[in-house]
């Protein structure tokens, strides 16, 4: 079974750009999540999907992050414009989403670097 | 979600059983105890979870106590590749709270 797929593996951009990340969730999985990751941390959750529908997205910055997950498969999360504070990396999860036991299945991540 | 309590690191010698303990003093009924650990430079990959029994893979055992307030991850024969960040999370049982709350977990160190 191939895991989740997420591009690029590294960003490095200046402040105020613009940045937009993808992922390719696990085959058959209806929930997808993205984290982020500040060094030292662990991940924190911006957002969840069911299917092409949001979840959850209490925790996202709406003002300069976005995500779609247009045809309920894989899934582009951006930032714009980005700050210094948005270096980390932002990884993708999935899950079945049939059941609330299932664990989250998570890709290697994007590691973002603002300067 | 409820909060959890791990040890700031751990070192364990390879071939050695590795034991991580978890306290979650203030876990209800419907959470889950759940275990990730995350390799470096690598997404956290999934490990076992349990509810109130004893649960044992492929990977791990999970021992929870008799009052669910705190668990124990147990690698039974550490390698190297088992050096790692391990997390564990107390999650709730229903559609809408899938979320998974990381703290900043025990860095465990496997020495050869």
């Known amino acids: 079974e191939a895991g989740v797929a997420q591009s690029p593996r590294y960003k490095i951009i200046e402040k105020r750009q613009s940045v937009a990340f993808w992922c390719n969730p696990i085959?058959?999985?209806?929930?997808l999540y993205w984290y982020q990751q500040i060094l030292g941390q662990g991940p924190k959750l911006l957002i969840q999907?069911?299917?092409?529908?949001?979840?959850?997205d209490s925790q996202l910055p709406k003002d300069r992050f976005s995500a779609e997950r247009l045809k309920g498969v894989d899934s582009t999360l951006k930032i714009q414009p980005a700050k210094l504070e948005d270096s980390a990396v932002y990884l993708c999860a999935s899950s079945l989403g049939d059941s609330p036991y299932q664990p989250q299945h998570f890709g290697d991540g994007t590691r973002l670097s603002i300067l | 979600d409820a909060k959890t309590t791990q040890p700031t690191s751990m070192d364990c010698a390879e071939g050695r059983a590795a034991n991580l303990p978890c306290n979650h003093s203030t876990i209800s009924g419907n959470e889950y105890v759940y275990w990730y650990r995350q390799i470096h430079s690598q997404g956290p990959q999934y490990i076992i979870h349990g509810l109130k029994n004893n649960e044992t893979n492929e990977m791990a055992s999970l021992i929870i106590t008799e009052d669910r307030k705190s668990s124990t991850l147990i690698l039974p024969h550490a390698t190297l590749r088992d050096t790692a960040v391990y997390y564990c999370?107390?999650?709730?049982?229903?559609?809408?709270?899938?979320?998974?709350?990381f703290g900043t977990g025990t860095r465990l160190t496997i020495i050869p």
């Open positions: 999370i107390v999650r709730a049982s229903n559609f809408g709270n899938e979320k998974l709350t």
């Open positions: 085959s058959g999985h209806a929930t």
């Open positions: 999907f069911q299917n092409n529908g949001v979840v959850d």
